[in-house]
């Protein structure tokens, strides 16, 4: 059950992201992970690269990941293990041709750490790919009866699951849908691995301001199993930038809305979710907004108060 703090109480503080020369105009932030009370990792999808901010948009570092090229994007981010994280690369393509397959599938395992007062990012290169299971999906390949497309990664590694959220498809009831594995069959690249799809029995809600239907952008699991997720919504191919919704769902229960009319007028593609203990959660949103479309500046959003489930 979660608690809604009060509009009053649970504001959002918005920050450009933006280095020495001012704001980022090409960043493409698009998924984000907590690496202490004060610094995030983000990915950029424009670059495939990882880059450290503090909690007022300021970058500090970038990691390029040079053997990581497009069209493959990181998508979704998450911690595993002390200095160690997993990365989940993805492409769409409207027609699912073969070729971008390995594209599809690009997943990683990095560890990130301090040496000697510097800041170490293992390479990229090795590419964990489960092309065959995702195969067997009927959503992936040269033939799918329902296009893939990733949106976000999450694990619980008390339960052996890797979550991954879909962009698309929706599930056989038009409802949002996720994909689950055993992590451990994941890291291991097991040929045989299993992907079940799950339906979250969330029908696409109607963003109000533009009348459009908001779609998924990212996932985080909470301590006790359950999962946050996060729909955006825009117009005229992101031309016009709407608002943002959180959504808690229980695998087995019933979905319900956190908080909606999130953030105005950006477009929400990562979060990074840190618990506090208790239930209590700190929350930053990342937030693409297709600077040079729109001339709006990607932003970080913190939220001001701990969410609470």
């Known amino acids: 059950m979660f608690v809604l703090v009060p509009s009053s109480v649970a504001a959002e503080s918005y920050f450009p992201f933006r280095g020495d020369q001012g704001p980022l105009k090409e960043f493409q932030p698009q998924a984000a992970v ?19 901010f503090d909690t007022e948009g300021r970058r500090f570092r970038i990691f390029d990941a040079a053997t990581n090229h497009a069209p493959a994007q990181f998508v979704g981010l998450t911690g595993y293990d002390k200095d160690e994280y997993l ?8 027609k699912n041709h073969p070729r971008y397959r390995d594209q599809r599938s690009r997943f ?4 990130f750490y301090a040496e000697k007062e510097d800041l170490i990012l293992d390479d990229l290169r090795h590419n964990l790919s489960p092309q065959e299971p995702l195969r067997r999906t009927r959503m992936w390949g040269a033939t799918p009866t329902r296009q893939l497309q990733f949106a976000g990664f999450a694990i619980n590694r008390n339960k052996d699951i890797a979550w991954f959220g879909l962009g698309k498809p929706l599930s056989e009831k038009g409802n949002i849908a996720l994909l689950r594995c055993s992590l451990k069959g994941l890291l291991a690249q097991d040929q045989e691995l299993k992907f079940t799809e799950e339906d979250t029995g969330i029908h696409q809600p109607i963003e109000k301001r533009s009348s459009e239907p908001m779609y ?13 997720l996060l729909l955006t919504a825009d117009q005229l191919e992101g031309k016009r930038l709407c608002t943002n919704s959180l959504w808690h769902w229980t695998p087995g229960g019933k979905a319900v809305p956190v ?4 953030a105005p007028e950006n477009r929400a593609t990562g979060m990074a979710v840190h618990s506090l203990g208790d239930g209590t959660y700190r929350v930053a949103l990342v937030c693409d907004n297709l600077t040079e479309q729109t001339g709006i500046p990607s932003r970080l959003v913190i939220f001001d108060s701990p969410l609470k489930f």
Not at 259 to 262: G, N
């Open 34 to 52: 907590w690496l202490s009370q004060d610094r995030l990792l983000v990915t950029d999808s424009r670059f495939n690269n990882l880059q450290i």
């Open 87 to 94: 990365i989940l690369g993805s492409h769409y393509h409207e």
């Open 108 to 111: 990683h395992k990095f560890r």
């Open 216 to 228: 998924l952008t990212d996932i985080e699991v909470l301590d006790d199993g359950s999962l946050l």
């Open 259 to 262: 908080k909606e009319e999130l």
